[in-house]
């Protein structure tokens, strides 16, 4: 591994090039299998359930295709990611005009799929110069990923188990779907915080048992919260997404308030502010220094609060014949693994959470990573051997594993002050 600093690059591998693989793999997978659920839709004669799914399917594919360009044009801004991807990317190159085409044409994060197979290659099969290029595009990829999963394969996964409570005409296959995406779900949340682990200088020790932890944890807390989001629905209809546009205001202030500093424009934060709102509807992850704990309790227990809400208001209007096979029985199950996914998430902080190493005395000027704010993250030094680091993730994992507070002096160094991890 190398070491700028307090900032640590991971040599690009073989795992990181298998994963860029099935990324683009699962698209295909993903992509297809969206457009057959449409297609059985749409044959059917359900065309409100064809139109919900598209709509749901074209607004999280611009989404990511905005973040994808933002990104994008901030790069081409780093004279460090230039020289080490040949004058641009290593898909779109210069031309700025053809990215922006295949970003409006919905191809843009595909072509960050392939990009960073190519890099990759070139790297690990063909030992050329440009790992710490290639382990920056995996970087992008995770994040991208993670967008995409809450702002389409969640809702889509909500949708498929509320369409098999009003139709009541769940088969096998359909449950297997639905534990099979769930799984999915969790696992892109594992893989963003593998990708987030990169950057601390113990990844070493994260072993297979904390990422178990960590997957069980979402696991638990994710399928109980879609569950009673698609109970929900089933008895209120469209007052679902009145439900959603009130939650999502509240997350939305509440980022605003944290004062995320993400993206490098104030169209780009504020965008990503808003997608922070879709993600905390359904999975917490931290946007800001300090307080950390203190925030996940409050999320915690708001969600908690919210999702009895909607598991009373279902138990109260359900019909009681239709539901009296299961309905006892998934309630129980709902609160169980929901309190289960709790706790593994307590164990998971008490034991596996990584603690940030502290710099030795005489190195101050130095700060921990969880001390170091997004805009005191370099890209480069100026030597024309500096790693190059992807200053977005970086900061991000900064602040999702805070376990103090960093303060803005007049000067522009940040002071640490304690605050609870």
Not at 137 to 163: N, Y
Not at 206 to 228: D, K, T
Request: net charge neutral; with cysteine; hydrophobic share 50%.
């Amino acid at each position: 591994m190398r070491v700028m600093g307090q900032a640590t690059i991971s040599n690009y591998s073989w795992i990181d090039f298998v994963f860029s693989v099935i990324g683009v793999f699962t698209f295909f997978v993903d992509l297809g299998a969206d457009v057959w659920v449409a297609t059985e839709f749409y044959s059917r004669g359900d065309f409100f359930w064809f139109g919900l799914l598209v709509s749901l399917m074209v607004l999280s594919s611009v989404l990511v295709q905005m973040f994808s360009w933002f990104w994008l044009k901030y790069d081409r801004e780093l004279p460090d990611v230039c020289r080490q991807s040949g004058g641009g990317t290593v898909l779109f190159g210069d031309r700025v005009q053809l990215s922006w085409l295949l970003h409006v044409l919905q191809l843009g994060f595909l072509c960050r799929h392939i990009s960073a197979i190519r890099q990759g290659f070139r790297v690990w099969w063909r030992r050329q110069e440009g790992s710490e290029y290639a382990v920056y595009l995996t970087h992008d990829l995770s994040m991208l990923r993670l967008i995409e999963t809450f702002s389409e394969s969640a809702p889509q996964l909500t949708l498929m188990i509320h369409v098999m409570l009003c139709t009541n005409r769940a088969r096998t296959v359909q449950f297997v779907s639905v534990a099979a995406s769930t799984t999915s779900i969790a696992w892109m949340v594992v893989d963003y915080h593998r990708s987030l682990r990169a950057f601390l200088p113990d990844k070493a020790k994260q072993g297979w048992g904390s990422s178990l932890i960590y997957f069980l944890w979402n696991f638990l807390l994710i399928a109980p919260r879609v569950a009673a989001l698609a109970l929900f629905a089933s008895v209120v209809g469209g007052f679902v997404a009145v439900h959603f546009l009130l939650l999502w205001c509240v997350f939305v202030m509440w980022a605003w308030l944290q004062g995320t500093e993400f993206m490098d424009s104030v169209c780009g934060e504020g965008l990503y502010r808003a997608t922070v709102g879709i993600i905390w509807y359904f999975s917490w992850f931290n946007v800001a220094e300090g307080q950390t704990r203190g925030r996940s309790i409050i999320y915690h227990s708001f969600i908690t609060t919210d999702g009895g809400i909607l598991l009373l208001t279902w138990w109260c209007y359900r019909d009681p014949v239709q539901t009296e096979p299961y309905g006892l029985a998934l309630l129980v199950t709902l609160l169980f693994s929901y309190l289960l996914g709790l706790l593994f998430k307590t164990v998971y902080y008490c034991c596996f959470h990584p603690t940030m190493r502290r710099p030795p005395a005489g190195e101050s000027s130095d700060l921990p990573d969880a001390e170091v704010t997004f805009r005191h993250f370099s890209i480069q030094d100026g030597a024309p051997s500096s790693p190059l680091l992807n200053r977005r993730m970086a900061a991000h994992a900064a602040r999702f594993y805070s376990e103090r507070r960093a303060v803005k002096n007049l000067g522009g160094v940040d002071a640490a002050t304690s605050s609870p991890p």
